[in-house]
């Protein structure tokens, strides 16, 4: 079992800055990928970064080269820095963990442990 404490989120003006934590426990919980997921109202869930247990990462897209994942297995955390942020970013950010193969990191579907999600609101 892996319980996961998401942090960090807040209200930011477009082309600021952000930094999101999860905070995980459990025995095994720096073996699993972690991963940030996000959902906007009226969207679907989307996938956001990931970074395996052997510091694989992965990003969408639409986030490349603005958001930064990384992960303290000493700590058992793993953070989510944003920047360049657009009204785009906006939505529940949730944190999660999965013991997938990396080819799945991307489908929430592969994800067994989620937090509880944080508020991220991108408006002047």
């Known amino acids: 079992q892996v319980q996961l404490v998401a942090s960090g989120g807040g209200l930011v003006q477009p082309g600021g800055s952000l930094r999101l934590s999860c905070a995980a426990s459990?025995?095994?919980?720096?073996?699993?990928?972690m991963a940030w997921f996000r959902q906007a109202p009226g969207k679907e869930r989307e996938f956001v970064a990931a970074i395996s247990w052997t510091a694989a990462i992965f990003h969408a897209d639409s986030v490349k080269g603005r958001f930064t994942i990384s992960r303290d297995n000493g700590k058992n955390t793993v953070s989510l820095q944003m920047n360049s942020l657009n009204p785009d970013d906006t939505g529940v950010y949730s944190c999660?963990?999965?013991?997938?193969?990396?080819?799945?990191?991307?489908?929430?579907?592969?994800?067994?442990?989620w937090g509880q999600g944080t508020q991220v609101t991108v408006s002047s």
């Open positions: 999660a963990a999965s013991r997938a193969q990396e080819q799945f990191v991307r489908s929430a579907r592969s994800y067994d442990y």
């Open positions: 459990g025995r095994t919980s720096n073996t699993y990928t």
